[in-house]
């Protein structure tokens, strides 16, 4: 199986959570230990391991916040 890698635009993230709500394999949350420039706690890949690289993050994403690379 493909191992995905995630890059976060992290300073453009508004904390929506679509991505993590329609993650199919639940690896990214919201990182609570600190804020972007919007003051926002951002989007973070939680369980590496678990993603797939399926893009599904970054087409929710409504400000092209994520960019998925694969193996």
């Known amino acids: 199986m493909a191992q995905g890698?995630?890059?976060f635009d992290v300073a453009r993230c508004k904390a929506c959570e679509l991505?993590?709500?329609f993650c199919?394999?639940?690896a990214l949350?919201?990182?609570k230990h600190?804020?972007?420039i919007l003051g926002f706690n951002p989007v973070t890949l939680i369980k590496a391991e678990m993603c797939n690289g399926c893009g599904i993050c970054a087409m929710m994403c409504?400000?092209?916040v994520i960019t998925v690379l694969k193996e």
């Open 5 to 7: 890698y995630l890059e």
């Open 19 to 21: 991505c993590v709500y």
């Open 24 to 26: 199919p394999r639940e």
């Open 29 to 31: 949350g919201m990182d």
């Open 34 to 36: 600190r804020l972007n």
């Open 62 to 64: 409504p400000d092209s």
